[in-house]
């Protein structure tokens, strides 16, 4: 589910994303009690997840115009997004326990909402707000919060793989690497450079020497992902 690079491109920039920076995944981690559906979340409860609702329903709401270019979402509509949410509690370091709220569209295809809350007390706040898949959870070394590691792909030769890195409270892209055609059959990787990083981003080390602390994500997943509506449904 965090790696849908898998299905799609198999040029080399691609290659590189699945095999440094992608993996392994979530769903390739060991089957142990913090990662196994059955095992039950020590850190997401029921009544987590009813503070986080208000959050998450307002902020699917401009998600939902976007997607299906609906400027007025029914509440039904809208409640059915809520309930097909996929969530995943989360331990990102010092920030503590989190949650990576995903929705993929009508039918599983398309996502768009891509977000992780931290809780507020009362409710929640959003440190991340991405697009594409992932994550990708980096350990950063002389840092007690990860780096998260997100890409995304509309074909062969155009992936794009964007690093967030915690500052000032929350994660920001801080590097982009994007993918393009180069002569022949094979795909060449560059610095970003579109309107949505104007700034230039760093490009990553190049893949063959990359020397970055090994990607070990399983310590940060603190439980099943379910659904809204697992979890509603779901006494704790």
């Not at 929640?124 to 594409?132: E, L, N, P, S, V």
């Not at 020497?209 to 997943?221: E, I, L, V």
């Amino acid at each position: 589910m965090l790696n849908a690079f898998r299905r799609t491109c198999v040029a080399s920039f691609v290659v590189f994303v699945v095999s440094v920076a992608f993996g392994p995944t979530k769903d390739q981690a060991p089957s142990t009690p913090a990662n196994s559906i059955k095992a039950k979340s020590g850190s997401f409860s029921r009544s987590d997840l009813l503070r986080l609702r208000p959050v998450l329903m307002r902020d699917l709401i401009p998600i939902f115009k976007l997607v299906y270019n609906d400027p007025n979402p029914n509440s039904a509509d809208i409640q059915e997004a809520f309930l097909s949410c996929q969530l995943t509690p989360l331990k990102l370091g010092k920030i503590g326990s989190v949650v990576l709220v995903e929705w993929r569209g009508m039918g599983g295809v398309n996502v768009p909402m891509l977000n992780i809350y931290v809780s507020t007390g009362r409710s929640y706040r959003k440190i991340i707000d991405a697009g594409g898949f992932g994550p990708s959870i980096v350990p950063r070394t002389g840092s007690s919060v990860p780096d998260l590691l997100f890409g995304g792909t509309s074909g062969v030769c155009h992936a794009e793989l964007n690093r967030y890195r915690y500052i000032n409270g929350r994660y920001q892209i801080d590097a982009c690497d994007q993918e393009y055609p180069g002569s022949g059959d094979a795909c060449q990787v560059r610095i970003c450079e579109d309107a949505a990083h104007p700034s230039r981003l760093p490009t990553f080390p190049d893949p063959m020497s990359w020397s970055g602390p090994p990607n070990a994500p399983a310590p940060y997943f603190d439980g099943p992902t379910l659904t809204a509506k697992q979890i509603l449904g779901t006494k704790q």
